[in-house]
Nanobody, 125 residues
Framework: VQLQASGGGLAQAGDSLRLSCAASGRTFRSYRVAWFRQAPEKEREFVAAVDRSGSPTYYADSMKGRFTISRDNAKNTVYLQMNSLKPEDTAVYYC???????????????????WGQGTQVTVSS
């Protein structure tokens, strides 16, 4: 499956953005999809993930309550709704897909073997 992330841009603190991850291929619904992000000089970190049917969903603790991940399998698209943005949310956001059904390691980037190109999110204070 090939992935393409979009929707990033410039925002002010408190604003909202919605990222999209469009996938090609008829097997999209067979994949768990996650969002990761990487800020300058920092390691890539897990943001959120959604299982094949659209639930359950998983979040990094710092994103709970502010970010919402969802998917529309009919459109082969996963979304990340980001509310109450903070300057520390500034990063390149990547979507990734995994065929694994193991949940214990779903926050590990090594579990994902399909990656999109990333979309930049910049939040100013």
């Amino acid at each position: 499956v090939q992935l393409q992330a979009s929707g990033g841009g410039l925002a002010q603190a408190g604003d909202s953005l919605r990222l999209s991850c469009a996938a090609s291929g008829r097997t999209f619904r067979s994949y768990r999809v996650a969002w990761f992000r990487q800020a300058p000089e920092k390691e890539r970190e897990f943001v959120a993930a959604v299982d094949r049917s659209g639930s359950p969903t998983y979040y990094a603790d710092s994103m709970k309550g502010r970010f919402t991940i969802s998917r529309d399998n009919a459109k082969n698209t996963v979304y990340l709704q980001m509310n109450s943005l903070k300057p520390e949310d500034t990063a390149v956001y990547y979507c990734a897909a995994s065929s694994s059904i193991i949940t214990s390691s779903l926050r590990a980037s090594s579990m994902y073997n399909n990656w999109g190109q990333g979309t930049q999110v910049t939040v100013s204070s």
